[in-house]
Every structure is written in C-alpha cells, then in structure tokens.
C-alpha cells in the first residue's frame, strides 16, 4: 500500500508532491530547502550553514510526524548550487545533526540552480518502525 503524506499544519511542498510517501515501512520525503515550514511564503535563511541546518530540521520534523527521526535516515542526497564553494561548510552543518558512525549514506551533487534560488536541497529515503 502506498500512502502519501501531507504533514497538517506546514507549508505545502513548492512542487506538486507530497511532503512524503511511505510504502512498506520505507519513508520517501520530498527534497527540504532552507526555509521554515510554518511560513508557506516566508524566505530562505541566509547562508549555507542556516539553509542546511534549517533543511535537516525540516526532515527530522516530517520523519517526526511519521513516527520517525533523522536517525531513521537510511540514504540522503544533497543537492549544491555552489558546490566548491559551500561543499565544507555545508559539510561542517550536516555532520551536527548526526552522530559520528551511525551517519546515513550520502550523494552530494552540483547542480546548476534550485527552486527559489536556494543554496541546498536535501532529500532522503528512512525506514520507520
């Protein structure tokens, strides 16, 4: 069975998807920006650091409401628009929110731009339960 998840109370994806679909105990979540959930048009924080540990916080709060938590994560994909220059200390924010040997595997991908001109995009795959 698959279900699709649209997390009451936060801002609708900006593409047309659900926050996150779960099939057999394995959570899909959309790719999170730097911006804040509770603010459907609000901005993008300001820098690498506060857009990556903002987007990490936007999973672990949908991981959360579908009985989860980041250290659910089993796979991540960070997307950069600037990737030589932001790689490190995205990097450097990324490594916070997880503990060191029980990290999820990781892609990090250059890409040439992002919805709303966001510096970071990050996207991952859990397993609740």
Request: proline content about 5%; some cysteine; glycine content about 10%.
């Amino acid at each position: 069975m698959i279900e699709h998840h649209f997390i009451p109370g936060l801002a609708r994806p900006i593409s047309p998807s659900s926050h996150a679909v779960v099939v057999d105990g394995w959570a899909f979540l959309t790719g999170q920006l730097g911006r804040d959930l509770d603010e459907a048009d609000g901005p993008l924080f300001d820098g690498i650091t506060a857009q990556t540990e903002q987007a990490l916080r936007n999973m672990d709060r949908l991981l959360q409401s579908l009985g989860g938590s980041l250290a659910s994560l089993v796979s991540v994909r960070v997307f950069l628009t600037e990737f030589d220059r932001d790689y490190a200390a995205m990097n450097a924010a990324y490594a916070g929110f997880f503990p060191e040997g029980a990290r999820p595997a990781r892609t990090c991908i250059g890409v040439t731009g992002l919805v709303k001109r966001a510096l970071v995009e990050i996207d991952g795959i859990a397993r609740l339960g």
